[in-house]
């Protein structure tokens, strides 16, 4: 099933956006962690609907309610499973949508695959909605990682158009708008602020680094840490494009420019530079580990639109009401994160395994 993930650590996600609650499974976590569930719901309160002028006025708890593997604060070993209930579906808004597919959304391809019995509501099993379960096993996966002393930081670099300033050497995770410079991230929010008024969307670039990432996490080929990662950020909805390190930037480069030159420090093999994002040959060289990911502008806009009568064929003008984000990108960046923790933990765990073999 395409919404499961993972070799070492499984995460199982289920349920659709208007549905009584959205949830995960994960197995492979093992007994006795601890998990600060204080914390967990400081990072869910991140993605978390109707928190912000940017976001939808959808508004949501988002507390996640634990069914099995964890006791008393500490995993059992034994499958996780939590849910997070919804409240403020208004599934009438799609009611007129159910025969016309909104352009830029999964409401046709799922129509082509599920036919009459997929839940169109919300984009059932389609909607953003899918991201907060994501949040949950990423976000305990965070923890897990924190005590290994490797983080995930992340940003938004690019909104409309408009560049954040400055390196991503720190948390922005406590900042009301999470990029580095202020003064852009102003500068973002007014965008969206306008693309909003005028009934239209915008999207933007989010960057992660990982650091304290041991060498030797991955594999060649098609368990490389590129290809993990890509795998569980393309499980957020409306990221079109991810890339590692320099990215695509390194195809107008020389390779005497961006091959990374290797030095010692504190007797430790570094780097001086790194365009590979901290991977070379699917495998982590211990420098920190980059990419970014494009994220598209949200398809469902006040503006009209065409589209096509699934019953009748014919081609007829579409205006999505409902409550939308002007803006996915704010939210969308623990998302990013919590996709980044859960491919690093499964790596980690797999990497454990070769060396109890060995």
Known sequence: MSSSYGENLRIHIFGESHGP????TVEGIPAGERVDLEELQRFLDRRAPGRSAWSTLRKEADVPEFLSGLREGRTCGTPLTAILKSANTRSGDYDALRDVPRPGHADYTAWVKYGESRDSRGG???????????????????Q?????GIT????????????????LTASTAEKAFPTVSDSAGEAMRAAIAAARAEGDSLGGVIECAVLGLPAGLGDPMF???????????????AVKGIEFGAGFA????????????????????????NHCGGI?????????????????????????????????GE?????????????????????LEAAAAIAVYDALLARRKEQAWN
Do not use: W, Y
Request: with cysteine.
């Open 315 to 335: 081609i007829v003008p579409l205006t999505v009401t409902g409550r939308h984000d002007p803006c996915i990108v704010p939210r969308a960046v623990p998302c």
């Open 250 to 273: 390194a195809a107008g480069l020389r390779g005497s420019e961006n091959n990374d030159a290797f030095s010692v420090e504190n007797g430790r093999i570094i780097t001086d530079s």
């Open 124 to 142: 059932g099993h389609f909607s953003g909605r899918l991201t907060a379960p994501l949040c949950v096993a990423g976000g305990i996966c965070l």
């Open 144 to 148: 897990l990682l924190a005590r290994e």
């Open 152 to 167: 995930v930081l992340s940003r938004i670099a690019a909104i409309g158009g408009i560049r954040d300033e400055g390196e």
């Open 223 to 237: 368990d490389g840490m590129e290809n993990r990662i890509a795998a569980a950020v393309f499980g957020v909805p």
């Open 280 to 312: 070379l040959g699917g495998i982590t060289d211990g420098m920190p580990l980059t990419f970014r990911a494009a994220v598209k502008p949200t398809p469902s806009l006040a503006r009209p639109q065409q589209s096509v009568d699934l019953k009748t």
């Open 21 to 24: 609650a959205v949830g995960v």
